[in-house]
């Protein structure tokens, strides 16, 4: 589970280092909040566009979707819909595809064993999906042999070498970034392009819908509180301290939470590599922290004595997304989190406004000794 979840931490690190100096892209006139992708519909076609985060949102890939056969062009790549065999190189994509009631149209997956949703899982355990490994590591032989219909993963800075053996190979990749949005509402409106894959536009569209109207419920009921509470969002892996970046969907998160978080003056939107002094000296009276990265507070602890000096720590006001989690300690955070950002900010008021919200949370849990 620690590699897995410094997989993710070293990545988003990562895309702090080339992404906060891109200026934002303009959205597309059918999304509202996603900046990666363009969506456009005619009677017979849908056409998507994707484009590279690491490259001024320049134009990495353009898809023409259709339910019946398309002439080939050198200028899109053509895929018949709905997919009905898919390899898919990342756990946030599982979210979307639940969502959509798509299980049985996944066929390999990989880093299979941290799936959460009991479907998938199921699906992996009986031989349904095939175990691609570490999508960081992800063979062109091994997606090759599980014969799908199309691939859908992720780039990550520069392309990956694997990438042309797949497409040489007759099958088509789509590529998904949805982790690059800095708005919890444009991870999430990439459900739109799930739908437009898996022909459930309309579905897809009215989930949404749901979930925008549902997040910004939120948004305006924390407004109601009466406090304010700082909070200190983070982890530590070798001595230094990673920041949640001021400009990352987290800190946005924390804000329409009706909370404050020192490092919003920031730029970043990955992490924030910063010396543990840095943040003892500007942070060490937040009243709250989350994203700690670890399992109890004694871990915690043993990891970095110098957390007791932290009023959040001393207070036990210390909290992880780690409660759903499997046997293997695959999170659902990373599944159904990235679709429903609403259960995550839902999460957040309960923790940081008690009482706002009767209930219990969804992903977060505080951590015990």
């Not at 690190?13 to 992404?19: D, R």
């Not at 200026?23 to 990666?36: F, Q, T, V, W």
């Not at 109601?224 to 969002?233: M, R």
């Not at 840095?278 to 109890?296: E, G």
Request: charged residues 20%; proline residues 4%.
């Amino acid at each position: 589970m620690r590699n897995y979840l410094l997989i993710v931490l070293l990545l988003s690190a990562g895309c702090k280092m080339q992404a906060d100096k891109i200026p934002p892209k303009p959205i597309s006139g059918n999304l509202k909040y996603a900046r990666g992708f363009s969506i456009d519909y005619t009677d017979s076609l849908t056409v998507i566009e994707v484009y590279n985060p690491w490259n001024n949102y320049s134009l990495l890939a353009r898809y023409n979707l259709s339910n019946s056969y398309l002439r080939s062009s050198d200028f899109a790549t053509n895929i018949i819909v709905p997919v009905t065999d898919a390899a898919v190189l990342s756990s946030t994509y599982l979210g979307f595809i639940s969502i959509l009631n798509e299980h049985n149209k996944v066929v390999a997956a990989s880093n299979a064993n941290w799936i959460y949703d009991s479907v998938l899982y199921n699906n992996f355990r009986t031989g349904k999906i095939a175990n691609l490994g570490n999508d960081l590591m992800v063979s062109a032989e091994a997606v090759i042999g599980t014969h799908p219909s199309a691939v859908i993963k992720y780039i990550y800075q520069a392309p990956d070498p694997v990438d042309p053996i797949i497409q040489k190979a007759g099958i088509p990749i789509i590529y998904a970034m949805e982790f690059m949005e800095d708005h919890p509402l444009g991870q999430a409106e990439w459900i739109k392009l799930f739908g437009a894959l898996f022909n459930k536009k309309e579905y897809a569209d009215s989930v949404f819908n749901q979930i925008e109207a549902e997040y910004f419920r939120l948004v305006d009921l924390a407004k109601k509180s009466n406090t304010s509470p700082e909070v200190l969002a983070g982890t530590i892996y070798k001595g230094t301290w990673y920041a949640v970046g001021g400009k990352s969907y987290v800190a946005r998160l924390i804000t329409d939470a009706n909370a404050s978080y020192y490092w919003s003056i920031d730029s970043s939107t990955g992490s924030l590599p910063l010396s543990f002094e840095v943040v003892i000296q500007k942070q060490k009276d937040a009243d709250f922290w989350l994203n700690a990265n670890t399992s109890s507070l004694n871990e915690l602890f043993s990891i970095e004595p110098r957390c007791e000096i932290f009023k959040s720590f001393q207070q036990e006001e210390v909290y992880h997304y780690n409660k759903r989690q499997n046997e293997n300690g695959g999170l659902d955070y990373y599944e159904s989190g990235v679709a429903r950002p609403d259960l995550v900010l839902r999460d957040l008021l309960i923790i940081l406004h008690p009482g706002l919200i009767h209930g219990e949370t969804t992903y977060y849990q505080k951590l015990e000794h």
